[in-house]
């Protein structure tokens, strides 16, 4: 099902002009520079392509099929490494001198020539290196022997006359040669243009592709599209995975023998999940492009989410951004160091989203005008996660556009809560699993499967997991506060729970704001130790040892001991302040309808009184506000 949703969408990029995704044959390759040749193949010079920023970033263009490489040497064409290109590799000298300096089994040292060294690292030759650079010599002369291309002859000529002794000493070689020798790629111009865009290179090349190797490769019945085909043996690896090799990852692979079903290895491995040539170029291109634009992926935990409609346009993946990592006009960005250091967005889109939480609030449905898309488009989001040089699917999910939406505005609508002038009005989902984080702790990260778990709760509409619940309510434990961000959560968490009814509570009573009517006990005294810590800062503003620090965890979990202490400390606040009637007063409301204080309280009770004492607290803050204004 995921490669047949990724192979629909290539198909569907493909017929789009305006949309740049590699054709049969072709790959997205990251190029460092460009070498320079006349028409003789002599190297004139070299320009960099990579970007101008701090740390330059190579030019991303499409290059001849780079296939997936393991431990053997496989050239590629028209575009590859120094190591490959020049024949010359580059050594950090611990390693250098474990694997040359060390005697062979055999007693003998490896040949090698060192054209440069330092006290870090080596520059050399040695059998190996000749042995690319011969392999790419052949492959082009291989491919592209029959052309007669100016260009590709001057290609042909630079590669027949180069010597990698030379490397050390070509003048224009040497102010990029570390940065050659660092692993960026390189392609080739002569004429004023890229070799390997030249309509007749590429018409021989992908001829080359077409006819390459048919008689040795398997065919089967491939899985995604049903039909008899040339099975791919080895699949094109992943790039953009977070946490995943910077070479790539796979989805589908079976690198050992006790992986493979019996007379299915080696050249015949691909038939274990007998996928087409032609699929699994689909299929992988359409992915690496998916993670290759930030606007169609985002980072949950140590996942990377990557989502998608079967649509060419943009519409559908802009606005699935925006509710997923939300940034506003006073900026919230996930990747940014707080949750309101972002750059501006779109007030339009801002508005938009308003008018669709309205829409779902009201429970009206979503039109094709409200989304700018049509609401009944399939929509696809799959969370993949790094596995060593493998892939695991930590979700998937598939369901209309529209559903997705209102599920998705749901989420934000449940999280709504009464808020600082500076919290952030939509939470996304990345800074809330930062909630369930210890500020301390030297590892940011939030659990992988609770990542998973609320992905899951979001995008279904159910409860909200239990696990992420109770890490947010002992964070506020151990932090003794609770901030927007956490409050919003345990609010929705309880809504969905009254909601789903497996709690004794109505949706009616768990508030966006302070509620004096509702008569939750645990709500009721959460907004008493609020009364009750603002007495004592009202007495002492300078105080160590506050009630907070020493009875706000035990407050929430065992009333019944903690609350006649705080009572009768409170007389002492009261007596010494001049506003101790009014606090006398507010303690006298806020315990109406409490006979008597519990011994314990329950999760979702403890959440309650969370809730309160976090609405009592705004609510105190917004009167000090009123009253400020009005002096003003």
């Given at each position: 099902?995921?490669?047949?949703?990724l192979c629909?969408?290539?198909?569907?990029?493909?017929?789009d002009?305006?949309?740049?995704?590699?054709?049969?044959?072709?790959?997205?390759?990251?190029?460092?520079?460009?070498l320079?040749?006349?028409?003789?193949g002599e190297?004139?010079?070299?320009?960099?392509?990579?970007?101008?920023?701090k740390?330059?970033?190579?030019?991303?263009?499409?290059?001849?099929?780079?296939?997936?490489?393991s431990?053997?040497?496989?050239?590629?064409?028209?575009?590859d490494?120094?190591?490959?290109?020049?024949?010359?590799?580059?050594?950090?000298?611990?390693?250098?001198?474990?694997?040359?300096?060390?005697?062979?089994?055999?007693?003998?040292?490896?040949?090698?020539?060192?054209?440069?060294?330092?006290?870090?690292?080596?520059?050399?030759?040695?059998?190996?290196?000749?042995?690319?650079f011969?392999?790419?010599?052949?492959r082009?002369?291989?491919?592209?022997?029959?052309?007669d291309?100016?260009?590709?002859r001057a290609?042909?000529?630079?590669?027949?006359t180069w010597?990698?002794?030379n490397?050390?000493?070509?003048p224009?070689?040497a102010?990029?040669?570390?940065?050659?020798?660092?692993?960026?790629?390189c392609?080739?111009e002569?004429?004023?243009?890229?070799?390997?865009g030249?309509?007749?290179?590429?018409?021989?090349?992908?001829?080359?592709?077409?006819?390459?190797?048919?008689?040795?490769?398997?065919?089967?019945?491939?899985?995604?599209t049903?039909?008899?085909?040339t099975?791919?043996r080895?699949?094109?690896?992943?790039?953009?995975?977070?946490?995943?090799?910077?070479s790539?990852?796979?989805?589908?692979?079976?690198?050992?023998?006790?992986?493979?079903?019996?007379?299915?290895?080696g050249?015949?491995?691909?038939l274990?999940?007998?996928?087409?040539?032609?699929?699994?170029?689909k299929y992988t291109t359409?992915l690496?492009?998916?993670?290759?634009?930030?606007?169609?992926?985002?980072?949950?935990?140590?996942?990377?989410?990557?989502f998608?409609?079967?649509?060419?346009?943009?519409a559908?993946?802009d606005?699935?951004s925006?509710?997923?990592?939300?940034r506003?006009e006073?900026?919230?960005?996930?990747?940014?160091e707080?949750?309101?250091?972002?750059?501006?967005?779109?007030?339009?889109?801002?508005e938009?989203?308003?008018?669709i939480?309205?829409?779902?609030?009201?429970?009206?449905?979503?039109?094709a005008?409200?989304?700018?898309?049509?609401?009944?488009?399939?929509?696809?989001?799959?969370?993949?996660?790094?596995n060593?040089?493998r892939?695991?699917?930590?979700f998937?999910?598939?369901?209309?556009?529209g559903n997705?939406?209102?599920r998705?505005?749901?989420h934000?609508?449940?999280?709504?809560i009464?808020?600082?002038d500076?919290?952030p009005?939509?939470?996304?989902?990345?800074w809330?699993?930062?909630e369930?984080?210890?500020?301390?702790?030297?590892?940011?990260a939030?659990?992988?499967?609770?990542g998973?778990?609320?992905?899951?709760s979001?995008?279904?509409?159910?409860p909200?997991?239990?696990?992420?619940?109770t890490?947010?309510?002992?964070?506020?434990?151990?932090?003794?506060?609770?901030?927007?961000i956490?409050?919003?959560?345990?609010?929705?968490?309880?809504?969905?729970?009254?909601?789903?009814?497996?709690?004794?509570?109505?949706?009616?009573?768990?508030?966006?704001?302070?509620?004096?009517?509702?008569?939750?006990?645990?709500y009721?005294?959460?907004?008493?130790?609020a009364?009750?810590?603002?007495?004592?800062?009202d007495?002492?503003?300078e105080?160590?040892?506050?009630?907070?620090?020493?009875y706000?965890?035990?407050?929430?979990?065992?009333?019944?001991?903690?609350f006649?202490v705080?009572?009768?400390?409170a007389?002492?606040?009261?007596?010494?302040?001049?506003?101790?009637f009014k606090?006398?007063?507010?303690?006298?409301?806020?315990?109406?309808?409490v006979?008597?204080?519990?011994?314990?309280?329950?999760?979702?009770?403890?959440?309650m009184?969370?809730?309160?004492?976090?609405?009592?607290r705004?609510a105190?803050?917004?009167?000090k506000?009123e009253v400020?204004?009005?002096?003003?």
């Amino acid at each position: 099902m995921i490669i047949q949703s990724l192979c629909r969408y290539y198909d569907i990029l493909a017929e789009d002009e305006d949309v740049a995704i590699s054709r049969p044959g072709y790959s997205s390759g990251k190029v460092s520079f460009a070498l320079v040749l006349s028409p003789y193949g002599e190297l004139t010079y070299i320009v960099d392509l990579r970007s101008d920023d701090k740390k330059p970033r190579p030019r991303v263009m499409d290059v001849p099929l780079q296939d997936v490489r393991s431990s053997g040497i496989a050239p590629y064409v028209l575009c590859d490494n120094a190591k490959y290109v020049f024949g010359v590799e580059k050594f950090k000298r611990s390693e250098f001198e474990k694997k040359f300096l060390k005697p062979s089994s055999k007693g003998t040292s490896p040949d090698y020539t060192i054209l440069g060294e330092n006290e870090k690292e080596v520059v050399l030759i040695h059998p190996r290196s000749r042995d690319c650079f011969e392999a790419f010599k052949a492959r082009q002369h291989e491919v592209f022997d029959s052309l007669d291309d100016s260009g590709i002859r001057a290609f042909l000529a630079f590669l027949d006359t180069w010597n990698p002794e030379n490397f050390s000493k070509h003048p224009k070689i040497a102010e990029y040669a570390d940065d050659l020798l660092a692993g960026g790629s390189c392609v080739f111009e002569c004429g004023g243009v890229f070799l390997h865009g030249k309509p007749p290179v590429r018409e021989v090349w992908e001829k080359y592709c077409s006819n390459r190797g048919d008689g040795d490769r398997s065919t089967a019945q491939c899985l995604v599209t049903g039909q008899l085909d040339t099975v791919a043996r080895i699949h094109q690896n992943l790039k953009g995975v977070a946490g995943a090799q910077m070479s790539g990852a796979s989805l589908v692979s079976f690198n050992d023998e006790s992986f493979c079903s019996y007379g299915k290895r080696g050249e015949k491995q691909g038939l274990n999940a007998p996928i087409s040539e032609s699929s699994m170029f689909k299929y992988t291109t359409a992915l690496n492009y998916l993670l290759a634009h930030q606007d169609y992926r985002m980072r949950i935990a140590d996942t990377t989410v990557v989502f998608w409609a079967e649509t060419s346009g943009t519409a559908c993946e802009d606005l699935a951004s925006f509710f997923f990592d939300p940034r506003e006009e006073t900026g919230e960005d996930s990747s940014a160091e707080s949750p309101g250091s972002a750059t501006v967005r779109d007030l339009q889109k801002i508005e938009l989203i308003g008018d669709i939480l309205n829409k779902v609030r009201k429970g009206q449905k979503i039109h094709a005008a409200d989304v700018g898309a049509d609401p009944d488009t399939n929509f696809y989001m799959l969370g993949l996660a790094p596995n060593n040089a493998r892939l695991a699917v930590r979700f998937w999910h598939v369901d209309t556009f529209g559903n997705f939406i209102s599920r998705a505005a749901r989420h934000h609508l449940d999280m709504e809560i009464v808020r600082g002038d500076y919290d952030p009005r939509y939470v996304s989902v990345y800074w809330l699993l930062r909630e369930t984080v210890a500020p301390s702790s030297d590892n940011k990260a939030a659990s992988p499967l609770l990542g998973g778990l609320l992905m899951r709760s979001i995008l279904n509409g159910s409860p909200y997991p239990v696990q992420m619940y109770t890490a947010i309510l002992n964070r506020a434990k151990v932090d003794r506060s609770i901030n927007s961000i956490s409050a919003g959560f345990i609010k929705a968490y309880l809504l969905r729970l009254a909601r789903a009814g497996s709690m004794n509570l109505t949706e009616d009573l768990i508030t966006v704001s302070l509620n004096e009517e509702n008569p939750n006990v645990p709500y009721r005294l959460g907004r008493l130790f609020a009364v009750l810590e603002r007495a004592q800062a009202d007495t002492n503003r300078e105080m160590k040892s506050t009630i907070n620090s020493k009875y706000f965890s035990s407050a929430s979990t065992t009333p019944a001991v903690v609350f006649p202490v705080l009572l009768k400390l409170a007389q002492h606040h009261i007596a010494k302040s001049d506003w101790g009637f009014k606090t006398t007063q507010n303690i006298e409301e806020t315990l109406m309808g409490v006979d008597e204080f519990p011994a314990y309280l329950s999760l979702e009770e403890q959440g309650m009184f969370m809730l309160g004492y976090y609405h009592q607290r705004k609510a105190f803050f917004k009167k000090k506000e009123e009253v400020a204004s009005v002096g003003e």
